[in-house]
Nanobody, 117 residues
Framework: QVQLVESGGGLVQPGGSLRLSCAAS????????MMWFRQAPGKERELVAV???????NYADSVKGRFTISRDNTKNTVYLQMNSLKPEDTAVYYC???????????WGQGTQVTVSS
């Protein structure tokens, strides 16, 4: 059964840090481009970070220098390290996998991140 399960969300004060995890089962992440999206209330889902199979990474301008995407293929898991968090980072964060060739894709169920004092 193919599954992506996010974890690590929660409530954090502005300026704080969180690390999100996205554990995959039923497929091998090394064959997939892995992405983090987020969706704030009343807003469209937006792409936050990408980890390509060739090792490159890309980030939305709003998170550059603060967020880092990484993957551990041995654990079949992708991470999003979030530092210097701001209230505007509050959203549900989703993990997505896109196959590097056939573009099959899978979504996780999301994890809530709330940045508030």
């Amino acid at each position: 059964q193919v599954q992506l399960v996010e974890s690590g969300g929660g409530l954090v004060q502005p300026g704080g840090s969180l690390r999100l995890s996205c554990a995959a089962s039923g497929f091998t992440v090394s064959n997939y481009h892995m992405m983090w999206f987020r969706q704030a209330p009343g807003k469209e889902r937006e792409l936050v970070a990408v980890s390509a199979t060739i090792g490159s990474t890309n980030y939305a301008d709003s998170v550059k220098g603060r967020f880092t995407i990484s993957r551990d293929n041995t654990k079949n898991t992708v991470y999003l390290q979030m530092n210097s968090l701001k209230p505007e980072d509050t959203a549900v964060y989703y993990c997505k996998a896109v196959h590097r060739e056939n573009l099959y894709n899978y979504w996780g169920q999301g994890t809530q991140v709330t940045v508030s004092s």
